[in-house]
């Protein structure tokens, strides 16, 4: 029988999707369901004096108005509890603290739509503004005013890694490297806004229909604000239309399930586009101040880094976000003398959360721009001078632990390298070849670009090319107990006719549950069709963690072939059917040292390594992505076809982050809740090549040898778009988005100079 | 409240914010900016045997544009293409597929702002009653660069802009015609987009006949391949005889508070050879006046590229 491992099988939901079939949460509808309207605060900082709801209550068709007062227990959070799930008067005394525009203040349940918006408009709300902080930088000033009023320095978290001796290094180093980098916000832009509905069992359960990441976490923290015990709670997951790391932290969970117990009545509602740009987390704004140093060999001998990312109102995952790019910031790289302070501060902004890559694309940023300047400062190839710092098996990461074994960022730099037109030569250093455009002759604009004549392109275009690599954990990290549930029940006679596989990862688009099928016929021996998957709410089995972290294939691969191992041996057992259930537990992971950052922080990595060629548009500064290279060791592609969709997938986001993609406050307001002014790349706007490359070498942990990839191909984007950029003009680009009007205030600034 | 109208004369005696294609007022509408009440106009599309939904050529060569005409229409008819070219392009660079398909060539000329600030419910600028522009202080690198003083969001209309450079003329039910000049005036009154009052229909776009071998282009400076508001748009008519110049028209958008032609460019090009050399002097020219904001300044360069090309094209 072929193996369905490494087979490009259709995805289990194609024909349904692609025919229109599919159910996502706003395509449902239940008998007798109610509208719900999430009123939004408005206004980003303030005090609740007052909520009047009467007029809104009496208002035609309206069955309740929810506040603050309704709910049990008024706060959630992924991470701490520290969001009112309504703000307002009625509850804990913070809930009246209003410290984003898009804290919800009531819940408005109607007949109908339209009766719940006309409704909630009537809402009378009495504010005691605060004063409003949109720069962490004026966050921490000793006098800004507090967001949350145990935190007094605004400061969220803070680490720190402690590595070696600064000072001493820095004199040793030849040449020295200093800069500033600038990150910026990321709307997820997935294609379904939030949705969702709740209703009240015949069993007297809430069932909560929604689009998630990971239900038995929703079911935790709805059943947390109810009061409930979290056995009272359903959450299913119907088709997902996109996540990104947007759904990890909740937004209508938790009232879609108060508002159906509080009526006893079917609940829906759907978020439209600017309801979802306003009302969800974003990626994390960081700002990193970097001085690198190294010898003229080519050796990094010091890397100091002061890191502040703008965590918003909440918590969400900043911790997490910036444990990551605590390591990120240092890059791929066995650098021996290393000094980072990370801090993730409050403001009144959009929070920062969850968005592929969770730090790794903010802090490679930094990272490998530095590594960039590092080879123009000693005038060596930037490949030759990766290689010789990157970490490599039995290397020590920055947290002084060994790293996973199984390192490849060597193998797929140097695979990015070959294909960008790099050469090792016979005394085995590497270097572009001759033919190709000089990263060595960068130090001014191409001037043959120049032309003003009425030529053929009658645009002045310069040319460049450029490489980054990236290292990502793979699973939860820093001490988080991480696991994963799959049930596996064999059902024939003589022989197994039917397999039934439970896996609860949520299936956000990137194609988990085919190769959950894939993993399990393979481990069953059984063709594809004979496997039914049961995939859709908490009651199947236990938890299979979060569709995140680049995890899911990793955790639940290893579950799938234990349950499926145990029930082959009940099989043989003659237990009929063959029942299994399996919890997989990685190796333990250990969170860093307050004083030194010393830790084992995470379960394994994946690498990635992408080279980019630009075209810089010299009169506009519009910068055009004519080919990308990414090379990304998978381990084992389980899917072929849905590993390259990864990856460019990945290309168009990192693409549209990079040069496109511009989320913009003021004020602590949203000005970009349309995606007719917050622009997402069109297809015309991804790099004209995208070539996705595999790696299949095996990760020693990996089920079948696979390494989590999806959030990989996010990360090298940036930098190596920016290096092409410096390359092609000699201008080094160190805030993003490299929007037109930023690439042509600095080729003005150039060309002033 | 909707109130659904079927005879233009009605519109004078109902109150409300007239709806032909809905994607600009609906938008409005469902962000909070626009409260209503609503008049829809799109059942005038049978009013005189549909003449308010088609695109017809009067026996003088002239062509008129019902206002109810979709842009697609626009885009695609054979006289405008073949007529009118530089029109039936800028109609085919603006917006995406859906939405031309929905949106009126009335609803086009008579879009409100799309400022950031006037678009979201908390900021009340002159455009909603208020006295100051938010743009102004606060983040404005899709601004004017010929500003002029009040409301320094430029004016959202392609096809106005186009119109522009067509000389055509605008008629408005019950009073007959007016340059198209007349519906946007010169700008400094920030308060409005177009100087129609609320109780006026507009119902036709009256093109000229068309001029006899002109050579036409329309460029578009975006910071994605398409459907995206311009960062400068400009629109060229040239006729050339003889390796001379002898007729031009330049509209030119993002720029300004209402579209704008290019007099000024316009006069630097008749009359001189058509040459690279003719083109660039003349470029240059449109930067004249120009007084951009503290973020705007690259709209100045790109106002002169982005004509060039066009220029260039034209000639082509």
């Known amino acids: ?753 | 409240m909707l109130t659904i109208i079927t005879k233009p004369e009605e519109v004078q005696n109902t109150a409300g914010e007239i709806r032909a294609g809905g994607t600009d007022l609906h938008d409005r509408y469902h962000l909070g900016v626009s409260a209503g009440p609503i008049v829809d106009i799109y059942k005038l599309k049978s009013f005189n045997d549909g003449e308010l939904g088609a695109i017809t050529q009067a026996a003088d060569d002239s062509t008129h544009i019902g206002a109810l005409a979709t842009i697609d229409q626009v885009a695609r008819d054979p006289i405008v293409t073949q007529h009118y070219a530089g029109l039936a392009k800028a109609a085919a660079g603006l917006a995406t597929p859906q939405i031309r398909s929905a949106a009126s060539m009335g609803g086009a000329l008579l879009q409100r702002t799309r400022c950031w600030f006037f678009r979201h419910p908390h900021y009340v600028c002159y455009k909603k009653g208020g006295d100051g522009c938010f743009a102004r202080a606060r983040h404005n690198p899709n601004g004017v660069i010929f500003d002029a003083g009040g409301c320094v969001y430029p004016h959202p209309s392609t096809l106005g802009m186009a119109l522009l450079a067509y000389e055509a003329e605008v008629e408005v039910y019950g009073q007959g015609r007016r340059p198209i000049v007349a519906l946007y005036g010169d700008g400094s009154d920030p308060t409005r987009d177009h100087l129609l009052a609320p109780n006026e229909l507009l119902t036709y776009v009256h093109l000229p006949p068309p001029v006899a071998n002109e050579r036409t282009a329309y460029f578009r400076a975006i910071g994605r391949f398409e459907a995206e508001w311009p960062i400068v748009e400009c629109m060229v008519r040239l006729v050339v005889e003889e390796g001379a110049i002898t007729f031009a028209r330049v509209g030119a958008g993002g720029v300004a508070a209402v579209p704008l032609r290019l007099a000024n460019v316009e006069a630097e090009l008749v009359g001189q050879p058509a040459t690279q050399a003719t083109i660039e002097r003349a470029s240059t020219v449109a930067a004249a006046g120009a007084n951009p904001l503290p973020h705007t300044a690259p709209k100045v360069d790109f106002l002169v590229g982005a004509l060039l090309h066009t220029l260039e094209q034209a000639l082509d």
């Open chain 1, 1 to 753: 029988m072929m193996r369905a491992v490494g087979s490009t099988l259709s995805r289990v939901d194609v024909v349904d999707k692609v025919a229109g079939v599919a159910q996502y949460p706003g395509d449902i509808d239940l008998p007798g369901q109610l509208w719900m309207k999430v009123v939004f605060a408005g206004i980003p900082h303030a005090q609740i004096n007052a909520l009047n709801v009467d007029r809104a209550r009496a208002a035609p068709g309206v069955v309740a108005v929810l506040t603050a007062a309704d709910v049990p227990v008024n706060e959630y959070g992924l991470i701490i509890p520290d969001q009112p799930v309504l703000c307002g008067p009625g509850s804990t005394p913070t809930a009246a603290h209003v410290r984003w525009e898009a804290d919800q203040i009531a819940l408005v349940v109607a007949a109908t739509k339209a009766q719940a918006e006309a409704a909630a408009q009537l809402i009378e709300v009495d504010y005691t503004p605060l004063p409003v902080i949109t720069d962490p930088l004026a966050a921490l000033a000793p006098d800004a005013p507090r967001i949350h009023a145990n935190l007094p320095d605004n400061v969220l978290y803070s680490y720190r890694i402690r590595r070696g001796h600064m000072e001493s290094a820095f004199a040793q180093a030849d040449v020295i490297v200093e800069s500033e980098y600038r990150t910026h916000a990321q709307e997820h832009a997935y294609l379904q806004p939030e949705a969702g509905l709740a209703f009240v069992r015949d069993d007297g359960r809430i069932e909560v229909i929604i689009a998630g990441q990971w239900m038995h976490e929703d079911r935790q923290q709805i059943a947390h604000a109810l009061g409930l015990p979290e056995e009272q709670i359903v959450v299913r997951y119907p088709a997902i239309g996109g996540a990104f790391g947007g759904r990890e932290d909740m937004s209508l969970q938790i009232v879609l399930a108060l508002a159906a117990w509080k009526t006893g009545r079917p609940i829906k509602t759907i978020w439209s586009r600017e309801e979802s740009i306003v009302g969800h987390h974003k990626r994390h704004p960081f700002i990193f101040k970097a001085k690198w140093g190294a010898t003229k060999a080519g050796k990094v001998v010091a890397a100091q880094m002061d890191v502040i990312s703008d965590a918003g109102g909440y918590m969400y995952t900043s911790n997490k976000v910036l444990g990551n790019a605590l390591v990120a910031c240092l890059g791929p790289y066995d650098i021996p003398n290393v000094h980072v302070d990370a801090r993730t501060v409050l403001t009144n902004n959009c929070p920062g959360g969850a968005f592929r890559g969770f730090g790794g694309p903010q802090g490679h940023f930094a990272a490998e721009m530095q590594m960039t300047k590092l080879a123009a400062a000693l005038g060596m190839d930037p490949v030759e001078l990766r290689l010789q710092n990157v970490l490599r098996d039995g290397a020590l990461l920055p947290t002084q632990s060994v790293v996973p074994p199984g390192c490849t960022a060597a193998e797929t730099l140097e695979e990015a390298a070959r294909r960008g037109g790099w050469m090792q030569s016979a005394d085995g250093r590497w270097q572009r070849a001759a033919h190709a455009p000089s990263i060595q002759s960068a130090a001014g604009p191409q001037a043959s670009a120049r032309q003003t004549s009425l030529d053929a392109s009658r645009r002045r275009i310069a040319t460049g090319v450029g490489i980054a690599v990236c290292y990502k954990n793979v699973g939860f990290s820093l001490g988080f107990p991480e696991h994963c549930y799959a049930k596996v029940e064999l059902y024939g006679e003589a022989e197994i006719e039917k397999a039934v596989v439970s896996c609860l990862g949520a299936d956000v688009g990137q194609g988990a549950h085919t190769a959950f099928l894939q993993i399990a016929a393979d481990a069953l021996n059984l063709p594809p069709e004979r496997i039914e998957l049961q995939v859709e709410h908490t009651d199947i089995t236990g938890s299979s963690g979060s569709a995140s972290a680049s995890r899911l294939t990793f955790m639940a691969g290893h579950a799938i072939q234990g349950a499926a191992a145990g029930a082959l041996q009940e099989w043989q057992h003659e237990e009929r059917p063959a029942r299994c259930e399996f919890v997989f537990h990685p190796r333990p992971t250990t969170m860093y040292d307050p004083e030194t950052g010393v830790a084992d922080p995470s379960v394994t990595y994946g690498y990635c390594a992408q080279y980019a060629e630009v075209a810089v548009d010299l009169d506009t500064g519009h910068v055009e992505v004519t080919r990308l290279v990414s090379v990304n060791d998978v381990g084992k592609a389980i899917n072929p076809q849905l590993v390259e969709g990864q990856i460019e997938g990945a290309a168009a986001q990192a693409i549209g982050w990079t040069l496109l993609e511009n989320f913009i406050q003021k004020d602590g307001r949203t000005l970009t809740p349309h995606l007719s002014n917050y622009l997402i790349p069109g297809v015309l706007d991804i790099a004209d090549v995208i070539e996705p490359v595999i790696l299949e070498i095996p990760d020693p942990q990996g089920p079948l040898g696979l390494r989590g990839m999806a959030e990989m191909p996010m990360i090298p984007t940036a930098p190596a778009i920016a290096a092409a950029i410096h390359n092609a003009t000699g201008i080094w680009i160190d805030q993003l988005p490299i929007v037109p009007e930023r690439m042509w205030t600095a080729l003005q600034a150039q060309n002033g100079a």
